[in-house]
């Protein structure tokens, strides 16, 4: 069965920082480009970040550039995304998710994501 | 920067009736980029709909994606009590490199 499994999310002060895990099972991890989607509490959905099957491309939205980091680690079938200077409007559920084999461009695959609380 | 942009805001039916949600983007995009999703409460969201009409795998065919250029539809034939969600559009390829509409809510009327 396919799964993913988000970890590390948590309460940090504004100005700190955190590191999630996606962990991958039931499908050939390094074929797949993955993402980072989040969801502020009562909002709608935002993507945040992806990267690609091999990692050598990654790519951020606005709001996190510069102060997040995403990487993958094939051996390990897990991707991570450092988030550093952490604000108060990066309170969210983080979900990972897979995207589809081309030419299925959408998210297939979604971990139940962690939330991650930014406040003193 | 693409913006997806979803009508109605919320959207009340029965059970039987035709829902049709829309999807307008800022700029035309290709259809293959184009994608739609449900969310119940408290659950991750869930792909429906790929390339602007085609289901995603175990999707039912009450679901269906229409649409080109700037205009996207959704279209649920006859609901069921269980399609009262969140349903929300997502682009691919333009800058960012994703982005979503701010959702439809379906709810019971």
């Known amino acids: 069965e396919v799964h993913l499994l988000e970890s590390g999310g948590g309460l940090v002060q504004p100005g700190g920082s955190l590191r999630l895990s996606c962990a991958a099972s039931?499908?050939?991890?390094?074929?797949?480009?993955m993402h980072w989607v989040r969801q502020a509490p009562g909002k709608g959905l935002e993507w945040v970040s992806g990267?690609?099957?091999?990692?050598?491309?990654?790519y951020f939205a606005d709001s996190v550039k510069g102060r997040f980091t995403i990487s993958r680690d094939n051996s390990k079938n897990t991707m991570y995304v450092q988030m550093n200077s952490l604000r108060a409007e990066d309170t969210a559920v983080y979900y990972c998710?897979?995207?589809?084999?081309?030419?299925?461009?959408?998210?297939?695959?979604w971990g139940q994501g962690t939330t991650v609380t930014v406040s003193s | 920067e693409i913006v997806l942009t979803q009508s109605p805001g919320t959207l009340s039916l029965s059970p039987g009736e035709r829902a049709t949600l829309s999807c307008r983007a800022s700029?035309?995009?290709?259809?293959?980029?184009l994608a739609w999703y449900q969310q119940k409460p408290g659950q991750a969201p869930r792909l429906l709909i790929s390339?602007?009409?085609n289901r995603a795998t175990g999707i039912p065919d009450r679901f269906s994606g229409s649409g080109s250029g700037t205009d996207f539809t959704l279209t649920i034939s006859r609901l069921e009590p269980e399609d009262f969600a969140v349903y929300y559009c997502?682009?691919?390829?333009?800058?960012?490199?994703?982005?979503f509409g701010q959702g439809t809510k379906l709810e019971i009327k």
């Open positions: 998710a897979k995207r589809g084999a081309y030419p299925v461009y959408g998210m297939d695959v």
């Open positions: 039931g499908f050939n991890f390094s074929n797949y480009a």
């Open positions: 990267i690609s099957n091999s990692g050598g491309s990654t």
């Open positions: 700029q035309s995009l290709s259809s293959i980029y």
């Open positions: 390339g602007a009409s």
């Open positions: 997502q682009q691919y390829a333009g800058s960012p490199l994703y982005s």
